[in-house]
């Protein structure tokens, strides 16, 4: 019986990797005016891959620069809000991928994670989801729901960094179970439950649903002022590129000199010098499902 259950969790194993190699995402129609590095210096690997020489506050890095979604083609209503998902993975993409990882799938009309309880791991057909498109001043809504004591994220103004995760460049609406996420007692002052800006401002009031039950959530950005809401309320403000700001990075677990080193500059700078970025979904190893993923413009 030990011989045959052996064999057995090597099949599954291997029937799982050949599943996620044989899944291809839906092929997104990308500006047809895109750019490239020219300077042989900055190339890596490819024409969208650039290095980044480190500083004193940062190690050296690649930043990756690939051509965008074109957002002609996507539905957008009489409120001017862009459908990011219409029930297909157009325009999406693994982050730091070329396709969308086989973990994700669309689940009754919502985008699903299916976790493998890796935590940030990220293996076996995982990794974060991102929108191939950049964006500056916006409103997102979304509508999600969590697996009982899951944990994920919604990421904006993200660069993408080659061979790291999206949490390194951009910050986190915080996605979790707050009754059964060991995390939710982490950080201060309940910085780390559901829709805080996680590890630095905590979502208040906290109204998240069980898990099991969607949610709504919005993020808006506008000339660096940062609205989270929850279930209908604002519950998080912030203002980015400030001395509060950087402060905030300062005192939270990306600051300078601790575990993440490159996140504190990429934080610092959030967007770069064009301050903007992708929005995105984190793989925290756990089921987590979003629908409804509306954008807004905002001029």
Not at 53 to 67: C, G, M, N, W
């Amino acid at each position: 019986m030990r011989k045959i259950s052996y064999f057995l969790a090597i099949f599954v194993v291997v029937g799982l990797f050949s599943a996620c190699n044989q899944k291809k995402a839906s092929q997104p129609a990308v500006e047809e005016k895109t750019e490239t590095a020219t300077d042989p210096k900055l190339v890596v690997e490819g024409p969208y891959e650039k290095f980044i020489e480190a500083t004193d506050i940062s190690p050296a890095y690649v930043l990756i620069e690939k051509p965008q979604v074109n957002l002609d083609g996507f539905a957008k209503d009489k409120d001017g809000f862009i459908t990011l998902f219409d029930g297909t993975f157009n325009g999406w993409r693994g982050y730091d991928q070329d396709t969308v990882p086989c973990r994700w799938s669309v689940d009754d009309g919502a985008i699903k994670f299916s976790g493998n309880g890796g935590g940030e791991a990220q293996d076996m057909g995982g990794g974060d989801l991102i929108f191939a498109h950049k964006f500056k001043n916006f409103e997102l809504t979304f509508d999600w729901k969590i697996s009982e004591g899951g944990n994920s994220g919604v990421f904006f103004l993200a660069r993408e960094i080659k061979g790291e995760p999206i949490y390194i460049s951009a910050p986190e609406y915080q996605i979790l179970d707050n009754a059964n996420h060991p995390d939710a007692t982490e950080g201060e002052n309940g910085n780390r439950q559901s829709a805080s800006l996680y590890d630095m401002k905590p979502a208040n009031p906290q109204n998240a649903k069980p898990f099991g039950e969607w949610n709504t959530g919005s993020i808006k950005v506008y000339q660096g002022s940062v609205f989270h809401k929850q279930n209908g309320k604002t519950v998080v403000e912030y203002h980015l590129w400030t001395p509060q700001w950087n402060e905030m990075i300062k005192n939270s677990k990306f600051k300078q000199g601790g575990d993440f080193p490159l996140a504190y500059s990429l934080l610092i700078n959030l967007g770069g010098d064009d301050r903007e970025g992708y929005i995105g979904f984190q793989d925290h190893g756990n089921d987590v499902w979003f629908r409804n993923i509306k954008i807004k413009v905002l001029e």
